[in-house]
Antibody, heavy 119, light 109 residues
Framework: EVQLVESGGGLVKPGGSLRLSCAAS????????MNWVRQAPGKGLEWVSS????????FYVDSVKGRFTISRDNAKNSLDLQMNSLRAEDTAVYYC????????????WGQGILVTVSS | QSVLTQAPSASGTPGQRVTISCSGS????????VSWYQQLPGTAPKLLIY???QRPSGVPDRFSGSKSGTSASLAISGLQSEDEADYYC??????????FGGGTKLTVL
């Protein structure tokens, strides 16, 4: 069974940093591209970042470029999102997702982890 | 503001067929396949349709997708109460972004 479990969320002050992790199991992690998607309270889904299987491709939504860094460790079956210079508008539930085919196709999702940016 | 445009709400009665639309442009829907997601309250999204009209295993054939030009549609036939959820379209954009629609909240009356 495919499982994706996010961790590392919580409350952080504006300008602070957090590192989200996603532990993958039940599939061959190294052959799948991976995504981070977020959802602000009461709002819709927003794609945040994608990473290719060997980390050679990394894409980010404009609003997080220069602040967030996506990475993966295929040996540990883990996906990370380093978030720096956090802003109130980054407050959201963050989901990691396994990509099937095109980067827009996420066939498995984690349960999500809440990040709250507030003073 | 989403670049993929969806109506914020839709509704139907049990057994009815409803359609949810998603409008984009030549750089996204017009040149790349579309996927659709269902999000039940308080849960993570679930993939419903990929590559415009393909259903993952386990998704009932009541759900179908189509695309024409720069627009896509999700149709739900034989509407059931458990279909009440938020529905999102998504597509790759040639500017190297994944775009989601703003979402459509489906109410089963």
């Amino acid at each position: 069974e495919v499982q994706l479990v996010e961790s590392g969320g919580g409350l952080v002050k504006p300008g602070g940093s957090l590192r989200l992790s996603c532990a993958a199991s039940g599939f061959t992690f190294s052959v799948y591209n991976m995504n981070w998607v977020r959802q602000a309270p009461g709002k819709g889904l927003e794609w945040v970042s994608s990473i290719g299987t060997d980390s050679s491709y990394k894409f980010y939504v404009d609003s997080v470029k220069g602040r967030f860094t996506i990475s993966r460790d295929n040996a540990k079956n883990s996906l990370d999102l380093q978030m720096n210079s956090l802003r109130a508008e980054d407050t959201a539930v963050y989901y990691c997702g396994r990509v099937m085919g095109g980067y827009d196709t996420i066939d498995s999702w984690g349960q999500g982890i809440l990040v709250t940016v507030s003073s | 503001q989403s670049v993929l445009t969806q109506a914020p709400s839709a509704s139907g009665t049990p057994g009815q067929r409803v359609t949810i639309s998603c409008s984009g442009s030549s750089s996204n829907i017009g040149s790349n396949p579309v996927s659709w997601y269902q999000q039940l309250p308080g849960t993570a999204p679930k993939l419903l349709i990929y590559s415009n009209n393909q259903r993952p295993s386990g998704v009932p054939d009541r759900f179908s997708g189509s695309k024409s030009g720069t627009s896509a549609s999700l149709a739900i036939s034989g509407l059931q109460s458990e279909d009440e959820a938020d529905y999102y379209c998504a597509a790759w954009d040639d500017s190297l972004n994944v775009l989601f629609g703003g979402g459509t909240k489906l109410t089963v009356l």
